[in-house]
Nanobody, 113 residues
Framework: QVKLVDSGGGLVQAGGSLRLSCAASRVAVSSNAMGWYRQAPGKERELVAVITSLGNTNYADSVKGRFTISRDNAKNAVYLQMNSLKPEDTARYYC???????WGQGTQVTVSS
């Protein structure tokens, strides 16, 4: 059974940093496009960043220059480095295997002003 386990969220002050991790099992993160999504209360889930099997990346305009998506093929994991966090980044963040539409359970990020 494919499993994506998200971790690394927490409470941080504005301007701070967090690194989210997505540990995958029974699916190779190197073979598929992997993405990070987020959903804030009362809002729709939105794409934050994606990394393709070729290593190309794409970001939502709201996070460009602040967030970086990466992966470690040896650890079969995907990461989201989030810097210069803003209160509007507060949301639950989810990892997704885009091709197979598998989702992690999410990890909460709360940014205080």
């Amino acid at each position: 059974q494919v499993k994506l386990v998200d971790s690394g969220g927490g409470l941080v002050q504005a301007g701070g940093s967090l690194r989210l991790s997505c540990a995958a099992s029974r699916v190779a993160v190197s073979s598929n496009a992997m993405g990070w999504y987020r959903q804030a209360p009362g809002k729709e889930r939105e794409l934050v960043a994606v990394i393709t099997s070729l290593g190309n990346t794409n970001y939502a305009d709201s996070v460009k220059g602040r967030f970086t998506i990466s992966r470690d093929n040896a650890k079969n994991a995907v990461y989201l480095q989030m810097n210069s966090l803003k209160p509007e980044d507060t949301a639950r963040y989810y990892c997704r295997d885009v091709f197979h539409n598998y989702w992690g359970q999410g990890t909460q990020v709360t940014v205080s002003s």
